[in-house]
T-cell receptor
Framework: GAVVSQHPSWVICKSGTSVKIECRSL??????MFWYRQFPKQSLMLMAT?????????EQGVEKDKFLINHASLTLSTLTVTSAHPEDSSFYIC???????????FGSGTQLSVL | GENVEQHPSTLSVQEGDSAVIKCTYS??????FPWYKQELGKGPQLIID?????GEKKDQRIAVTLNKTAKHFSLHITETQPEDSAVYFC??????????FGSGTKLNVKP
C-alpha cells in the first residue's frame, strides 16, 4: 500500500509554544489530506480536510486559527498547533488519498504533550 | 451526515477462534467501506475494504461482508492469532469524500 510518513512521532512542549507536525505521502501524490485527533480509547475525530493549493476545510468546533493547516504541495501537509495548552495534548494523525482512488492511508501519528 | 455505529466495543476470543465485528451506517450514498487495524501508539492500517457493488471480499484470514439493503457490514477474522490483538475501526465514505469512523473494537486474542 501507499506510504504516509508523519513526523515527529512524539513531541513535548511548553504551554504557549507552537508545534508543527508534518505529513508526507512518500510514493504517491495526495490530492486530499485529512487531519484527525484521537483521545485515549476513542475513535478518530476529523479536524480538517485539506486539498493541495487551497484553504483547509475545518470541522465544526475546530478553531482554524489555533490549528493551522497548510497543504503546499501534493506530497506535504503540515498542522501547526499554535499557542499550545495542556488541553491540546492528544494523538494527532494525518491521512491521505490519491486522486481517483478512494483508499485512505494513515500516517503513524504524533503524540503531543503540552506541559 | 453519515453515522457509523460499531459493535462490540471489546471482544475477547481464544486463539484459533473466529472474531466478528459489525458496523451499521445511515447514509445510503456511502459506497466505500474500509476496515482499519490500529496498534497502540500507531496510526490505523488499512486491512481490507469493500465497495458497494460487491457483497463479500476475502483476503486470507480476513473477510468483509456488506448488506446494502440493511446498511450493515461486518469484519470476519478466522483462525485468530495473538498478533491480531488491536483496535479495529470500520469506516464509511461516499465518493472519496469524508470518511466516517465507527467507535472502534478492541480485540483481545488470548493464547
Amino acid at each position: 500500500g501507499a506510504v504516509v510518513s508523519q513526523h515527529p512521532s512524539w513531541v513535548i512542549c511548553k504551554s504557549g509554544t507552537s508545534v508543527k507536525i508534518e505529513c508526507r505521502s512518500l510514493d504517491f501524490q495526495a490530492t486530499t489530506m485529512f487531519w484527525y485527533r484521537q483521545f485515549p480509547k476513542q475513535s478518530l475525530m476529523l479536524m480538517a480536510t485539506s486539498n493541495e493549493g487551497s484553504k483547509a476545510t475545518y470541522e465544526q468546533g475546530v478553531e482554524k486559527d489555533k490549528f493551522l493547516i497548510n497543504h503546499a504541495s501534493l506530497t506535504l501537509s503540515t498542522l501547526t498547533v499554535t499557542s499550545a495548552h495542556p488541553e491540546d495534548s492528544s494523538f494527532y494523525i494525518c491521512s491521505a488519498t490519491m486522486g481517483g482512488n478512494e483508499k485512505l492511508f494513515f500516517g503513524s501519528g504524533t503524540q503531543l504533550s503540552v506541559l | 451526515g453519515e453515522n457509523v455505529e460499531q459493535h462490540p466495543s471489546t471482544l475477547s476470543v481464544q486463539e484459533g477462534d473466529s472474531a466478528v465485528i459489525k458496523c451499521t451506517y445511515s447514509d445510503s450514498a456511502s459506497n466505500y467501506f474500509p476496515w482499519y487495524k490500529q496498534e497502540l501508539g500507531k496510526g490505523p492500517q488499512l486491512i481490507i475494504d469493500i465497495r458497494s457493488n460487491v457483497g463479500e471480499k476475502k483476503d486470507q484470514r480476513i473477510a468483509v461482508t456488506l448488506n446494502k439493503t440493511a446498511k450493515h457490514f461486518s469484519l470476519h477474522i478466522t483462525e485468530t492469532q495473538p498478533e491480531d490483538s488491536a483496535v479495529y475501526f470500520c469506516a464509511a465514505s461516499s465518493n472519496f469524500n469524508k470518511f466516517y469512523f465507527g467507535s472502534g473494537t478492541k480485540l483481545n486474542v488470548k493464547p
